[in-house]
């Protein structure tokens, strides 16, 4: 108990900055946190290392869960839900250089190859979509 005391204590002080981060309830919150997360992957990228790759992962995780919650999707993988905007939008594989060559996104497309963090973001700014949809 006294540990949680302790631990309370030292994160109290810097709670008022970064619960509003953190907190994805409504659509206001949900919209702020899609645009802090597009920020953090320009700055981010796919650096594992980068001192703010843990505060990406994380609020990556919860506009996810927002998502679920409150959107009616079917479950489906990033490469399905690029197949069905590929579909929708009547593009080729050849559309998409943001991607990479055709044959990249042929690889991508038959699961050979995962979408990097910067494929991701250009593909979620093309559709207009979250990134977590790609994810």
Partial sequence: MEEVKKFAEAVQPYWAVVEPVLTVRTEEDYARAVTR???LLDEVGDDTTHPLYGLLD???????AYEE???LMPKATGIEALQ???EEHNLTQSDLPEIGSQGVV???LRGKRRLNI?????L???????PAVFI
């Fill in 118 to 122: 910067r494929q991701i973001r250009a």
């Fill in 106 to 108: 042929s690889e991508i």
């Fill in 37 to 39: 997360l597009n920020e």
């Fill in 69 to 71: 919650e409150h959107t």
């Fill in 124 to 130: 979620a700014e093309r559709f207009h979509v979250s």
């Fill in 58 to 64: 994380t609020l990556g995780t919860l506009i996810r």
């Fill in 84 to 86: 069905f905007l590929m």
